[in-house]
Structures are given as C-alpha cells and as structure tokens.
C-alpha cells in the first residue's frame, strides 16, 4: 500500500528532506561568508552574520585630545575638553578607563584615579579629563565604552583585497594567477582525454581492454605518492617549477578521470550513426569532431566542473610545483593562507578573500549545474 497512486513513499520523503538538509548545511556557510566580507572587524568580533541587519552592542576604544597642545590650566590643575566622536555619535551604554573592566561606569560618572586625577564622560561622548602637569602630559587618556551601534556595511575589504598591496599581499594578483593556471589546466586535460575516450570507445585495436582496465586503476592512485617523481621528472627535463609544469601536473592527474567519464558516456551514443557515417565515407576523425563532441557536450561539461573546481581550489599542487618567493605566480588558495599567518586577526579580510576565492566556482557551477547529472549517469544504463 505505500506505493499507492498519488502519495509518496516513506524512502521519497527521506530522500528530499536529506537533499533539503544537505543544500541549507552548504548554503547557510556561504550566505554568512558573504555577508561577513561586508562587515567591519569590531562587528565580525562582536555578533554573527545573522544579527548584521540589527543595532549591537560592541566595545570600542578612544583616545583623550593629545594633552600637550589642548589642556587647559585650572588652578593647580590642568584640564583637557573635548569629545570622543569623530564621526558618527554612538549610544553609549558603559565605559571604563582600564581594559580590565570597560564597564565599571555609566555615562555622566566620572572615574577617580590615583593623585587626583579623573575623567568625565557625558553620554553623547564629551568628556572631561582632570590632572596635574605630570599626568597630563605624552598620549591622551584611553576610554573604553560599550555602545549600541547601528547595522554597518563597507565596501573596504573588497577595496583592501583587490586594490591594495603588492607581491604577496595583493589578492587581485592572485586573482589573475589562479585563472593562469586553471583555465589551461581545465582545456588541455579535456582535449586529450576527449580523442583517448574516443579511441577506447570506438576504435578496434589490440590491447583495448588492457588500457581500459589501466585508466580504472589509475583512478585509485593517491595524488600525493605521484608528487615527488613527478616533480623529479620536470626539474629533469628542464620545465622546473612554473606555470606549465602545473598545467601538466594538473593533467595527468585529472586525465584518468576525463577518459573513464569521456568512454563510458561516447559508449552509450547510438551506434548507427557511428556506421551510417563511415557509409558514407567519414574518416574517423571526421567522426570525432563533427558527431562524437556535440553528442558528448554534457559529458565535456561534467567534467570541466570537476576540473575547474579542483584545480581552482587546490594548495598541494601549486604549493609544489608554484614555490615564488616574490609572489608573481602565487594563487589565491596560498594567498589565503599567507593573510592567515599575517593578518590572522582581522577576520573581515580573510572573510572577503574566501568569498572572492568560491565567487568564480559558485558561478561556474551554477552555469553549467544542469549538465552535471547527465555527464555523470552518462554509461550507467542502456
């Protein structure tokens, strides 16, 4: 009774509900980097993505008027006015003068500190800073206040990112480099692979079978136990560590994939028209470009994601065959992790150079998402 006409089965419920789980588990994380990378530091530290839209409460701190050029004499003492706003006034709900309790005050209080010394600060930030000629002298008096402060967003990270800095601090080269590398490492695999998987499909020759079974079990071989002999190679052939001994890493390392996908769909193709074709006299070749790759276009497609993706977000192999100590070929994935060591704190900058890292991947995927399925249960049935 469960397959009944018109109700669906226990089993097609699990299956959306896992689907629906699966897609919010991957999209809350990329909403909440998105929106961070418009956040300021102090918002970021002070509350999650999702209260951006809403006023919070953060700790600030401020600096008295330098007292050597603004204080004032008031009889044996001196005295420095002035307000802590620059800007944008805040609501100040706390303040303290000690990082150890920034909010021992209310706005109005005046905080007594040792030889008569003290500070006023009213609630629209003016504040009053009284004392002798010693302690009114060098840098002004810090202020800690904890204030409500409205929803904030900024274009400055993107403009720090992609604007600013040079060599390993400029992100915008990165950019490029990573395009550099992935784009011909994305065509050439897909080129060569395309003519393999044509021969392994349709062409009859001795030891078929054989190579068949090879590109299988080269799909089970650890990249890591490859990286080694393989730069060995390069460096003794004279390619050595740059752009195109990373292209021909990231191709053998991605061909056995791009055969086994390319064949098992070109396989499934009707074989009629292969036949009706060399009736009519067309060299295999001919086949090949003018029949086999426009039938093959989602299967082509399938596999250009996968390669993108993983060539665009891949550290071990550039990190091997890309070491540039002045940054003129460093890729984004390894710019991420050199801002991890140098600016390990100010997480709105790590926030806007991860989603500028996943923003070209998302688009591709997104563009040719509807071609993934079939490339992929291309062979899988007759």
Request: hydrophobic share 50%.
């Amino acid at each position: 009774m469960a397959s009944i006409a018109g109700k669906k089965s226990a089993l097609t419920w699990a299956v959306h509900i896992s689907v629906a789980l699966l897609v919010l588990l991957w999209l809350f994380p990329t909403i909440g980097l998105f929106v961070s990378s418009f956040r300021t530091a102090d918002q970021i530290s002070s509350s999650g993505w999702w209260a951006a839209l809403f006023p919070a409460e953060q700790n600030e701190v401020y600096r008295a008027a330098d007292p050597d050029d603004n204080r004032v004499a008031d009889g044996d003492m001196f005295v420095v006015k002035g307000n802590i706003f620059e800007g944008d006034p805040r609501d100040i709900r706390s303040w303290g003068v000690s990082s150890r309790n920034v909010s021992a005050y209310q706005p109005g209080d005046t905080a007594e500190m040792k030889d008569g010394e003290s500070v006023t600060l009213q609630a629209d930030g003016s504040y009053v800073w009284r004392g002798n000629d010693k302690q009114l002298s060098g840098r002004g008096q810090r202020i800690f206040i904890t204030a409500t402060v409205p929803p904030e967003f900024t274009l400055g990270n993107y403009t720090t990112i992609l604007f600013s800095g040079s060599g390993q601090d400029n992100m915008a080269k990165a950019f490029f480099n990573t395009l550099t590398v992935t784009i011909p490492a994305t065509i050439i695999p897909i080129v060569v692979a395309a003519f393999a998987a044509y021969a392994l499909a349709w062409m009859e020759f001795p030891g078929r079978a054989l190579l068949i079974a090879a590109v299988v079990g080269f799909l089970v071989v650890p990249l890591q136990l490859a990286l080694i002999p393989l730069l060995r190679l390069h460096l003794g052939i004279g390619i050595g560590k740059g752009y195109l001994g990373v292209w021909l890493a990231h191709t053998a390392f991605g061909m056995p994939l791009a055969v086994y996908l390319l064949r098992n769909y070109m396989v499934g193709l009707p074989r009629d028209i292969i036949e009706n074709a060399k009736v009519d006299g067309a060299t295999d070749f001919q086949i090949f470009t003018r029949i086999i790759l426009p039938l093959s276009f989602p299967a082509l497609a399938s596999f250009a994601i996968f390669q993108f993706l993983w060539t665009w977000n891949d550290l071990l192999v550039a990190k091997v065959f890309l070491i540039d100590a002045t940054g003129s070929t460093t890729v984004m994935t390894n710019q991420i992790v050199e801002l991890l060591g140098t600016r390990g704190g100010n997480w709105e900058i790590l926030a806007t150079a991860a989603f500028v890292s996943i923003a070209v991947p998302l688009a591709v995927f997104f563009a040719m998402q509807r071609y993934l399925v079939r490339g992929l249960l291309a062979g899988s049935v007759k």
